[in-house]
């Protein structure tokens, strides 16, 4: 997908993927997801299933951190040292309580 600038945009991407995907596959969103204190080389996403809800978060950075995953209204996800590469992930059952990122521990 090219712009009028001839650049690709990351707003670009995420509705070429909602546009491509199938019926009943979930999309994973970018747009809105807060990333709590971690720094910027930290991915953070959702995956929000039929019963649970699920926050990752991804460490891209050259070095290692201690992370925990953030929701509001409940108990934060334990602190997890991760490598770079790595990934943790909380589960929590969906209702009230919603993915705030990640935050350095």
């Known amino acids: 997908m090219r712009t009028a600038l001839g650049t690709l945009t990351a707003a670009g991407l995420v509705l ?4 491509l995907a199938l019926p009943g596959q ?3 969103s970018t747009a ?3 990333a709590g204190n971690a720094p910027s080389c930290v ?6 299933g039929r ?3 699920t926050g990752y978060a991804r ?3 050259p070095h290692t951190l201690n992370l925990k995953i953030v ?3 409940g108990t934060d996800g ?3 040292t991760v490598r770079p590469g790595q990934s943790i992930s909380t589960q929590v059952p969906r209702g009230v309580r919603s993915f705030d990122g990640a935050n350095l521990c």
């Open 16 to 19: 070429a993927s909602s546009l």
């Open 26 to 28: 979930a999309v994973a």
């Open 32 to 34: 809105a997801i807060p």
């Open 43 to 48: 991915t953070v996403w959702e995956h929000t």
């Open 51 to 53: 019963i649970t809800k």
């Open 59 to 61: 460490n891209d950075c």
């Open 71 to 73: 929701w509001a209204r």
């Open 78 to 80: 334990p602190c997890s």
